[in-house]
C-alpha cells in the first residue's frame, strides 16, 4: 500500500488564550485563523477534522515533493501571520482576547504513512498507527511554539537531507519516546519576520475639519468597553436601532476597521464600512461610513466613548455628511436633519435602555 500525508497545523498557545480572554472574541479569532488555513490549502489536501485549535489534513496514497510541502508550509505562515497582522493594525475592541491574539504562534506537524479509514456519519476519517503518531508528535521537547515538524519517515519518502537549510528553513535533528517507540524527526522554527506577508486594505482614517451636523452625548450605567461592544457587534443592532428590517454582516467576524455590513429597509440596502477618526486619550471610538443614503454624497457617524467610572461611561454620537449640490443641502435642511435628529436620540435612548438592562 502506498504511504499517505499526514499534516497537522496547530494554533500554540490555544488553551491559554481562551481561558484567559473573553470567550466570544477568542472563538472568533480561532475560527477566523482556521479558516484561513483552510483557505490556504494549495495542495488539495483533504480536511479530515477539525480538533479544536488544529486542523488535520491528509492525502491519501500521494506525497507531494518536498518543494510543494515546503511551499504549502510557507503559504499557511504567511496567511496565519498575515491574518494576525490584520487583526493588530484594524482593531477595535479592547478586550483581551483581541488584544492578545498577535501573540498566538503556529506549528506544523508532517508524518507519513499507511492508513485505514471508517465510515462516521458519512464522513471518511482515516485511523491507525501513523495517524496516532502524527498526532503524538504535536507533544515534544521543542524550544518553540513556531515551526515545522518533519517526521524521519516522511523526509525519507521526500529524499530530503536531514540539514536541509533555506532562506526560511534551517532543519535540527531531534527524537522522542513515544510508548517505549523512539520517532525520530527534523524541525525548523519559522521567523515569521522572513515571511512575505500579503498586503491587506489599510483602514480608513478620516480627517474632519468641520463641526459635527449633528451630535447627542448621553450617560450609561454600564462599562465602556460593554458598551463598545453592544455598538460594533452587529448581533445587537437590531435591539437598539429600530425601524431596520435587518442586518446583513459576517457573523464569524469580529468588528474591525474595514469591516462591512448592510442596513435593509423597506427592501432598500444600505453599505455601511467601519472607519475611524482622532480621538483624545482615554476615549474609544467606533465609526461607519455610507455613500448609500441620497441625497447625501458621504455620510459619516462616529460613537465616542469616554468612561466615568469601572461601571459608567458618556457616549456621544456625532454625524457629518458631505453633498456636493446646493439643491441637496437644502433637501436635508429642511427635510432630513429632523429625521436624523429624532433617530438619533432614540437610537442612544434605546441603547441605554438596552445596555442597563
Known amino acids: 500500500m502506498l504511504k499517505s500525508l499526514l499534516f497537522i497545523p496547530d494554533i500554540s498557545g490555544f488553551t491559554k488564550f481562551v481561558q484567559t480572554t473573553e470567550v466570544e472574541h477568542s472563538q472568533h479569532v480561532i475560527a477566523e485563523l482556521l479558516e484561513i488555513l483552510i483557505a ?58 483581541c488584544t492578545m491574539a498577535p501573540q498566538l504562534e503556529l506549528k506544523i506537524v508532517a508524518h507519513c504513512g499507511e492508513i485505514q479509514s471508517l465510515q462516521v456519519q458519512g464522513n471518511k476519517k482515516p485511523f491507525g498507527e501513523s495517524v496516532i503518531e502524527t498526532h503524538r ?37 531531534s ?65 437598539w436601532v429600530k425601524g431596520v428590517d435587518r442586518f446583513e454582516y459576517n457573523e464569524g467576524e469580529i468588528t474591525r476597521l474595514g469591516s462591512e455590513h448592510v442596513c435593509v429597509i423597506n427592501g432598500k440596502h444600505f453599505n455601511f464600512t467601519t472607519v475611524t477618526k482622532d480621538v483624545d486619550p482615554g476615549k474609544m471610538i467606533y465609526g461607519e461610513l455610507t455613500e448609500s443614503i441620497p441625497p447625501i454624497d458621504k455620510f459619516y457617524q462616529f460613537y465616542t466613548l469616554e468612561s466615568l467610572t469601572e461601571n459608567s461611561c458618556t457616549v456621544t454620537c456625532e454625524t457629518y455628511w458631505v453633498t456636493r449640490s446646493l439643491i441637496k443641502k437644502l433637501i436635508i435642511a429642511l427635510v432630513i436633519k429632523k429625521h436624523f435628529k429624532k433617530n438619533m436620540k432614540n437610537s442612544l435612548d434605546n441603547l441605554k435602555a438596552f445596555t442597563e438592562k
Open 40 to 97: 490556504s490549502n494549495t495542495q488539495k489536501l483533504q480536511l479530515a477534522e477539525v480538533e479544536g485549535d488544529a486542523l488535520f489534513f491528509y492525502k491519501e496514497q500521494d506525497i507531494p515533493s518536498q518543494e510543494k510541502l515546503l511551499a504549502q508550509v510557507e503559504t499557511m505562515y504567511t496567511a496565519f501571520y498575515g491574518h494576525l497582522k490584520l487583526l493588530e493594525k484594524n482593531r477595535i475592541c479592547p478586550c483581551n482576547a
Open 137 to 173: 508528535l504535536l507533544k515534544n521537547n521543542i524550544d518553540s511554539d513556531n515551526y515545522i515538524l518533519i517526521s524521519d519517515e516522511l523526509a525519507s519518502e521526500l529524499k530530503m537531507s536531514l540539514g536541509y537549510e533555506s532562506r526560511l528553513f534551517s532543519f535540527r535533528e
Open 175 to 239: 527524537a522522542e519516546n513515544y510508548d517505549d517507540k523512539e520517532i525520530k524527526f527534523i524541525y525548523s522554527e519559522v521567523d515569521k519576520e522572513l515571511l512575505k506577508l500579503l498586503p491587506y486594505e489599510s483602514p480608513t482614517y478620516v480627517e474632519l475639519d468641520k463641526k459635527p451636523n449633528l451630535s447627542y452625548t448621553i450617560q450609561i450605567d454600564a462599562s465602556a468597553n460593554e458598551v463598545l461592544e453592544i455598538i460594533t457587534n452587529y448581533r445587537y443592532r437590531g435591539d
